[in-house]
Structure formats: structure tokens, C-alpha cells
């Protein structure tokens, strides 16, 4: 039954973006990661992403990232300078602890800006994060 079923909580796991430097095109270059803050690793991480706003999407892109290790991040994507005024989607799909977790993570339109970088945990980095 409903009751019967077990739907874990997804914790000190997010996704944030990040504006760095791209040496091979000199460009600054806005890119997505998921961030395991875990004490363990998660692993068979997929990251299915996709952008919306109004009559407008984009295509749904598939990412397997495998395993992401404790305390770390690995790089999902970057993001275009244009799809930042959409809504940004990232459903994220793992096991950890012998279950499987899932979560939506969304950025809305227009909050992928400078203004609201903050301090990300385990990267040495400042970004826009969604908890």
C-alpha cells in the first residue's frame, strides 16, 4: 500500500552554477554541478536537465555522472547566456545507503545572476546554489 512505501528524504546534495573562466574559447562561461556534501558517496548519479518559460523549452538532455564521491562535486553541464532568463530544471536521480533518492532542483528565470552568488560547501568557489 501508500503508507507501505519508504520515499527517502534527498539531503546535502544540490546543484549550483558557477561563472568560470573557459581557457579554450577565453570566455567566461556559466557552468551547472552537483555538489555532494554527504559523508558517503551517491552513485549511479543521473541528471536529467531541461529549460522552460512561457510557450518556450528546450530540448531534455541526459547526464550520467556516475558517482560522485563524499565531499565532492562533479560538473553536469554548461549553460547557455540566453537560457538563463528560463527556467532551469534538474532532476537528479542516485543511490546512496542502498536506496534510491530523487529530487527536483530549479532555478528560476533570471536568479542565475552575479548578485546572488554565496559561498558554495565543498567547492572553493561562489555560485548561484539551490538546496
Given at each position: 500500500?501508500?503508507?507501505?512505501?519508504e520515499i527517502p528524504v534527498v539531503e546535502n546534495v544540490y546543484v549550483?552554477?558557477?561563472?568560470?573562466?573557459?581557457?579554450?574559447?577565453?570566455?567566461?562561461?556559466?557552468?551547472?554541478?552537483?555538489?555532494?556534501?554527504?559523508?558517503?558517496?551517491?552513485?549511479?548519479?543521473?541528471?536529467?536537465?531541461?529549460?522552460?518559460?512561457?510557450?518556450?523549452?528546450?530540448?531534455?538532455?541526459?547526464?550520467?555522472?556516475?558517482?560522485?564521491?563524499?565531499?565532492?562535486?562533479?560538473?553536469?553541464?554548461?549553460?547557455?547566456?540566453?537560457?538563463?532568463?528560463?527556467?532551469?530544471?534538474?532532476?537528479?536521480?542516485?543511490?546512496?545507503?542502498?536506496?534510491?533518492?530523487?529530487?527536483?532542483?530549479?532555478?528560476?528565470?533570471?536568479?542565475?545572476?552575479?548578485?546572488?552568488?554565496?559561498?558554495?560547501?565543498?567547492?572553493?568557489?561562489?555560485?548561484?546554489?539551490?538546496?
Amino acid at each position: 500500500m501508500k503508507k507501505d512505501i519508504e520515499i527517502p528524504v534527498v539531503e546535502n546534495v544540490y546543484v549550483a552554477v558557477v561563472k568560470e573562466w573557459n581557457e579554450d574559447f577565453l570566455a567566461q562561461d556559466w557552468n551547472a554541478y552537483i555538489i555532494n556534501d554527504r559523508e558517503t558517496p551517491i552513485e549511479m548519479v543521473l541528471v536529467v536537465t531541461k529549460g522552460y518559460k512561457d510557450d518556450q523549452k528546450t530540448s531534455l538532455l541526459r547526464h550520467g555522472i556516475g558517482t560522485v564521491e563524499a565531499k565532492s562535486s562533479a560538473k553536469i553541464e554548461m549553460i547557455q547566456e540566453e537560457l538563463l532568463a528560463m527556467n532551469n530544471e534538474f532532476a537528479v536521480t542516485f543511490f546512496a545507503d542502498g536506496k534510491l533518492y530523487d529530487k527536483k532542483y530549479v532555478f528560476r528565470k533570471n536568479t542565475i545572476n552575479e548578485n546572488a552568488f554565496q559561498d558554495l560547501p565543498v567547492m572553493e568557489q561562489r555560485g548561484v546554489l539551490v538546496k
